[in-house]
């Protein structure tokens, strides 16, 4: 694995996703030693004076959801929590040319060549961060590897990277996208409904033809399908990587 490093650094860029989760490009300056694996996640550090004493300077766990095929640069994708100190900061306080701190690669969560001809890549929420880095990257790559990308979200308005993912769909044909949407109401959605379960993993990337699975999101929802994946689909654990947030 790489070994980690810290550096300083600044936000060189703010997209917009969904109406609570932003990607954050930080810059990696010339001659910093920072390489890291698809999946990998690293320590953001901010500035946080609007806290008051005792909360100046806050650091949080970010998954890298840029591939390491694109060098010079790392995208951190984060979900907006209105309690939340880091979160709320990058919405409401992060300016390009913001100075941040950031600490890695850190993490086992990593798809590599040669591991793996076809990967479940499950993801709740901000979840998805890992998995466009580590679809990217396969992608990128050229590897003859089927991915099945199985995301969860509240609303259709809630998929996050949607545009991207479907022009990735449309140039590449071991991509398959499927979104499950947990809050259908008011929306005319055609597609799977309610939490990731056994029935939706069996048909968007059953055992039979997965390999190795990614899955990553909130706690609650990662120890959910973790469980789902032993006990419903006898799927052994040697097969499943996983990276709870709590
Ligand atoms: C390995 C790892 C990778 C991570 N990658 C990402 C990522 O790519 N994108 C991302 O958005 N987050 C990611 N997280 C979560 C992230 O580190 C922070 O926990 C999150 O941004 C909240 O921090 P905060 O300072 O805003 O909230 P805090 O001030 O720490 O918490 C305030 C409140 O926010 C709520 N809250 C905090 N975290 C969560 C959560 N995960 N789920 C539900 N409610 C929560 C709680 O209600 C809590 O009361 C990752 C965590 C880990 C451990």
Redesign the pocket.
């Known amino acids: 694995m790489p070994k980690a490093v810290t550096f300083e650094t600044e936000v060189t860029q703010v997209v917009l996703e969904t109406a609570d989760?932003f990607t954050y490009r930080l810059e990696v300056p010339d001659g910093v030693p920072f390489t890291f694996r698809a999946g990998q996640?690293v320590q953001l550090t901010v500035d946080t004076p609007e806290y008051g004493a005792g909360n100046e300077r806050?650091t949080?766990?970010?998954?890298?959801?840029s591939p390491p095929t694109e060098a010079g640069y790392i995208d951190?994708?984060?979900?907006?929590?209105d309690?939340?100190?880091?979160?709320?900061?990058?919405r409401e306080v992060t300016y390009v040319g913001e100075p941040v701190t950031v600490s890695g690669p850190?993490?086992n969560?990593v798809f590599e060549a040669g591991m793996a001809r076809s990967v479940g890549l499950i993801g709740g929420?901000?979840?998805v961060?890992?998995m466009r880095g580590i679809a990217r990257y396969i992608l990128d790559a050229g590897l003859d590897v089927d991915i099945r990308y199985l995301a969860s979200c509240r609303t259709p308005n809630d998929m996050i990277y949607l545009a991207t993912l479907l022009a990735w769909c449309e140039k590449h044909d071991n991509l398959h996208l499927t979104h499950t949407i947990t809050r259908p109401e008011g929306f005319n959605w055609p597609g799977p409904v309610g939490r990731i379960d056994a029935g939706k993993i069996r048909a968007h990337c059953p055992p039979e033809t997965t390999e190795i699975y990614y899955v990553?999101?909130?706690?609650d929802m990662v120890r959910a399908v973790r469980k789902i994946l032993k006990e419903e689909l006898g799927v052994d654990k040697a097969r499943v990587h996983w990276?709870?947030?709590?």
Do not use: C, M, N, Q
């Open positions: 989760v996640f806050l949080r766990a970010y998954s890298i959801s951190l994708t984060v979900k907006y929590y309690d939340g100190h880091v979160s709320k900061h990058l850190y993490g969560f929420g901000a979840g961060a890992p990553a999101g909130p706690t990276e709870p947030w709590g």
